[in-house]
């Protein structure tokens, strides 16, 4: 994991990368190295640091508290996340700590969601071969955010990954540079 760089905690970004096998990833490995690049945010390589799905709740929950900005990072996998990031919430958002009485540590904080897909950003509506947006698909974690009285944002997407060049992968990198530091990108979904 990168070293926390930022000394607010509620300006500092905590990215929590869950892909599967980001060394044969394309995108999600790109915008991964650019962030760690750019040493500004705390980037946290979930399936790497947890090889065994065995989840520190402990070092999680620090890791959280120690950040007013979190983004989750990942592929697209079922119109959802990879199992472990979902393994991640289950665990680390528990009653009491993030939610019910006294579970207030996550209010305020910020939550972004970056993702990959495969299919193009126009079969991601009405009618289209996905039916439904990136947004309605994101309603899970929009509604975490809710419950948990964090500041939902709008997600950061890279689709049609097939038809996505070198070249508009290198813009895409320095995007989402700018996403995860809090600032305003105009979506390309
Ligand atoms: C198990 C699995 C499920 C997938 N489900 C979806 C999906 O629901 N929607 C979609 O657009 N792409 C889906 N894809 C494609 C991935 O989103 C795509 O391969 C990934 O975003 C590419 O990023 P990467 O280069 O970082 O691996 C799926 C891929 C896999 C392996």
């Given at each position: 994991?990168?070293?926390?760089?930022?000394?607010?905690?509620?300006?500092?970004?905590?990215v929590?990368?869950?892909?599967?096998?980001?060394?044969?990833?394309?995108?999600?490995?790109?915008?991964?190295?650019?962030?760690?690049?750019?040493?500004?945010v705390?980037v946290?390589?979930?399936?790497?640091?947890?090889?065994?799905?065995?989840?520190?709740?402990?070092?999680?929950?620090?890791?959280?508290?120690?950040?007013?900005?979190?983004v989750?990072q990942?592929?697209?996998?079922?119109?959802?996340?990879?199992?472990?990031?979902?393994?991640?919430?289950?665990?680390?958002?528990?009653?009491?700590?993030?939610?019910?009485?006294?579970?207030?540590?996550?209010?305020?904080?910020?939550?972004?969601?970056?993702?990959?897909?495969?299919?193009?950003?126009?079969?991601?509506?009405?009618?289209?071969?996905?039916?439904?947006?990136?947004?309605?698909?994101?309603?899970?974690?929009?509604?975490?955010?809710?419950?948990?009285?964090?500041?939902?944002?709008?997600?950061?997407?890279?689709?049609?990954?097939?038809?996505?060049?070198?070249?508009?992968?290198?813009?895409?990198?320095?995007?989402?540079?700018?996403?995860a530091?809090?600032?305003?990108?105009?979506?390309?979904?």
């Amino acid at each position: 994991m990168s070293n926390l760089t930022n000394p607010s905690p509620s300006a500092a970004t905590l990215v929590i990368v869950a892909h599967p096998d980001l060394e044969k990833s394309r995108i999600n490995k790109r915008l991964t190295t650019e962030l760690e690049q750019r040493g500004n945010v705390t980037v946290h390589r979930l399936y790497e640091t947890y090889p065994d799905e065995k989840i520190d709740v402990a070092r999680e929950q620090a890791l959280l508290t120690a950040h007013g900005r979190i983004v989750l990072q990942f592929p697209l996998y079922w119109y959802s996340s990879p199992a472990l990031l979902k393994k991640w919430m289950d665990l680390v958002f528990e009653q009491g700590w993030a939610h019910g009485k006294g579970g207030d540590k996550l209010k305020g904080k910020e939550l972004l969601i970056a993702i990959s897909s495969g299919g193009t950003g126009s079969m991601y509506q009405a009618g289209g071969f996905h039916n439904y947006s990136y947004s309605e698909l994101l309603r899970p974690f929009q509604q975490t955010a809710n419950l948990t009285g964090m500041i939902y944002r709008p997600p950061f997407v890279v689709s049609g990954i097939r038809e996505v060049s070198d070249e508009q992968l290198e813009k895409y990198a320095a995007d989402y540079a700018v996403y995860a530091e809090g600032q305003p990108v105009l979506s390309r979904a």
